[in-house]
C-alpha cells in the first residue's frame, strides 16, 4: 500500500489522502512520480475553485508574498545533483517561489517529494533523511532488532557510521549492536566512516575498540581507504603524529596505532601505494615516519591490474611527477630498480631533469632494459634520444655507449625495419635478431631528423668503433653531418682515449667527487667532457 499528500505552503492542516497505489503496481517510479505530481495538481485545484479563481493565491490561503514575481527559470532547466557525501545537502526551496508540495512513496519504497511553482515548473527529490535517536530508541524497546541486515547485508550501525551520526551510533552500541558488523562487500562500520571522512565517528569507534584491520573483499583496510582518502584535520599532535598544522590526515593517525603492518602485508598493497597514487603528499609522509615500508610491492595480482606492472611506491610518484613525493621515497630509503619498468625510463620519457636526477643520485640504473621488448642498447638511451641534455647526464654517470655501435648487421645491408609488438612470442627468431637495434630506433621517424647530434653525443664516451651502413647512411643524408662522420674514424685522439681509461679507472662514485681533487680545472673539465657544455 502507497500513499502520498499535498500539502500548501502558508497553510495548516491541507493534507489530501490519495487512494491506494496497488492499482498501479505495474508502474515505474518515474511513473509513479508523475502521477502522483499531477494527481496532486488537479486534488489542488478542485480544492480551490469553489472560491472563484484557482490561479490566485488569496484563494489558496497563500500569504501576499508570493505575489511578487518569481526569479526567471528556464523550463527545461534540471537541477545537477551534489557530488560525494552519502548524504548529501538538499538544494533550499524556497517556500515563496512553491505554489504546492507533494509528497509520496514510490513502488520501491522510496519517499519522495515534489516542488511546483508559481512558473509551472516542478522539482522532485527525495525526502531529506533524519537520523532521529529518540525514535530508534522507541524501536529497539517495541522489539526491533538491533543487528537486522538489509539485502545487502549492512545493518543500522552501518548507515550510522557512513552518515557521521555519533549519537545514533553511541545508542546502537549501548543495545547490543555488533561493532564489527561486515556488509556483503566486507565494508565495516570503521570503513565506512573512513571512506566518508567522519574524523569524529572514527575516533569514537576506535574508542570503542573497533578492528581496524578486517579488509573489505577487495582487500583493502579502513587505513588504505582513508589513505587513499585523505580528510580535512585538526593539528595531528592530537594523535600522537609529530607534523603540525597539516590536513587530510588526522583519520590515518588515528589508524595507524590500531593497524596490523603484518595484516597490511597480506593485503598485497601498502597505504603508501595509495597515498603516492593519490598524491597524498601529507599523508605518505605521516605513514613513512611512521615506519611503513618504503619498499613494499604489490602483490602479482595486483600489479597485473596495470599494464606496466608497476609495483613500487615509488613509481606511483615518479608516473605522477610529483618530485616531493619522489624525494621523501627516495630520501627514506626506497629502492630506485624494483619494479619491471624502472621509474626512470618514466622520469626519460617524460624529460623531467630533476626527477632523472633524484633517481640516478640514489642508485636508479642507468642502463635499464625493458624486458618484455628487448633491445641492443640501454632503454634509458632510447626514451631520451630527443633530450640531448638527459643523454649526456646519463653518460656521464656511466651509460653504456659502446652498446649502441655493436650492430650485428655491421658493414652488410640492413633488412628492413619490423615492428614487433610482441617479441615475447616470436620464437622463430633468434634472440640475436630479435633484439632491436639502435640504428633501427634511430631510424624512426620520431629519431631520424636527430640522427647526427645523437650519434655526435655518444662518441664522446667511446674508444674506437665501426660506423654500421646504416648510421653511416644517416651521416651521409645530411653535409653538415660529415664532421660527424669523420670523428667515428679511427684512430681516435690519444687524449679520448685517455679520458676514457681515468674515467674506467676512477668509477662514476669517485669521479662524482673528482672537484674535490687537487687538479687544475681545465683537466677536471675534460674528464667530465665539460669542455663542450655550452653547446647544450
Not at 532488532?145 to 545487502?152: C, E, R, W
Not at 555488533?178 to 565494508?187: F, H, K, P, Y
Not at 615509488?314 to 613525493?325: E, K, Q, R
Not at 625510463?345 to 642502463?367: D, P, S, Y
Amino acid at each position: 500500500m502507497a500513499a502520498a499528500h499535498v500539502s500548501m505552503p502558508g497553510t495548516t492542516g491541507t493534507n489530501l489522502e490519495f487512494a491506494d497505489y496497488s492499482l498501479y503496481s505495474n508502474l515505474s517510479d518515474d511513473e509513479l512520480m508523475q502521477l502522483a505530481i499531477e494527481r496532486s495538481i488537479a486534488d489542488a485545484r478542485s480544492s480551490g475553485s469553489g472560491s472563484g479563481n484557482s490561479n490566485n493565491p488569496a484563494a489558496m490561503n497563500i500569504p501576499a508574498a508570493p505575489r511578487q514575481a518569481p526569479p526567471p527559470h528556464h523550463p527545461q532547466q534540471q537541477l545537477e545533483p551534489a557530488a560525494c557525501p552519502a548524504n548529501p545537502p538538499r538544494e533550499t526551496i524556497d517556500p515563496q517561489g512553491v505554489c504546492l508540495v507533494s509528497h509520496f512513496v514510490t513502488g520501491s519504497g522510496k519517499r519522495m517529494v515534489a516542488y511546483r511553482r508559481y512558473d509551472g515548473t516542478t522539482q522532485v527529490e527525495p525526502e531529506p533523511e533524519e537520523n532521529n535517536v529518540e525514535i530508534s530508541e522507541m524501536l529497539v524497546k517495541a522489539g526491533a532488532k538491533i543487528n537486522m541486515p538489509n539485502i545487502y547485508g549492512i545493518t543500522p550501525i552501518f548507515v550510522a557510521a557512513q552518515s557521521g551520526k555519533v549519537d545514533a551510533l553511541r545508542m546502537l552500541l549501548k543495545n547490543g549492536a555488533d561493532l564489527n558488523s561486515q556488509a556483503a562487500d566486507g565494508a565495516t562500520a570503521l570503513y565506512e566512516a573512513c571512506k566518508n571522512g567522519h574524523e569524529d565517528v572514527v575516533e569514537f569507534l576506535l574508542s570503542q575498540n573497533a578492528d581496524a584491520n578486517k579488509p573489505g573483499k577487495s582487500g583493502l583496510m579502513p587505513i588504505h581507504i582513508a589513505a587513499q582518502r585523505g580528510n580535512d584535520g585538526k593539528d595531528l599532535i592530537t594523535y600522537g603524529c609529530t607534523r603540525k598544522n597539516a590536513s587530510e590526515t588526522n583519520i590515518v593517525c588515528m589508524l595507524i596505532p590500531a593497524t596490523s603492518k603484518a595484516r597490511v602485508r597480506r593485503s598485497g598493497i601498502s597505504p603508501i601505494h595509495l597515498a603516492a597514487e593519490r598524491n597524498r603528499n601529507d599523508i605518505l609522509e605521516v605513514l613513512i615516519e611512521a615506519g611503513f615500508d618504503v619498499n613494499a610491492t604489490l602483490s602479482e595480482d595486483r600489479s597485473m591490474m596495470y599494464e606496466d606492472r608497476r609495483s613500487s611506491a615509488l613509481y606511483f610518484a615518479v608516473m605522477n611527477n610529483n618530485i616531493d613525493a619522489t624525494t621523501m621515497l627516495l630520501e627514506a630509503g626506497a629502492n630506485p630498480n624494483l619494479d619491471t619498468f624502472n621509474p626512470l625510463l618514466v622520469a626519460l620519457r617524460q624529460g623531467c631533469i630533476q626527477t632523472v636526477n633524484l633517481l640516478v643520485e640514489h642508485g636508479a640504473n642507468v642502463n635499464a632494459y625493458i624486458p618484455t621488448h628487448p633491445t641492443a642498447f640501454p632503454a634509458t638511451v632510447m626514451f631520451c634520444m630527443k633530450y640531448l641534455t638527459l643523454l649526456k647526464y646519463l653518460m656521464d654517470n656511466g651509460c653504456d655507449a659502446w652498446s649502441c655501435f655493436n650492430c650485428v648487421y655491421g658493414s652488410n645491408p640492413h633488412p628492413p625495419i619490423k615492428i614487433r609488438r610482441n617479441v615475447r612470442y616470436d620464437t622463430d627468431e633468434t634472440m640475436e635478431k630479435t633484439c632491436v637495434q639502435f640504428c633501427e630506433v634511430i631510424s624512426t621517424e620520431s629519431f631520424s631528423h636527430w640522427a647526427g647530434p645523437i650519434i655526435d653525443v655518444l662518441l664522446d664516451y667511446v674508444g674506437h668503433v665501426k660506423l654500421c651502413a646504416r648510421l653511416i647512411e644517416h651521416l651521409d643524408s645530411y653535409h653538415k653531418w660529415q664532421g660527424i662522420k669523420e670523428k667515428s674514424m679511427p684512430p681516435r685522439p690519444l687524449m679520448q682515449l685517455c679520458r676514457l681509461k681515468i674515467r674506467k679507472l676512477l668509477g662514476i662514485k669517485r669521479l662524482k667527487k673528482i672537484s674535490k681533487l687537487p687538479l687544475p680545472p681545465r683537466l677536471i673539465k675534460f674528464l667530465n667532457h665539460q669542455e663542450r657544455e655550452q653547446e647544450f
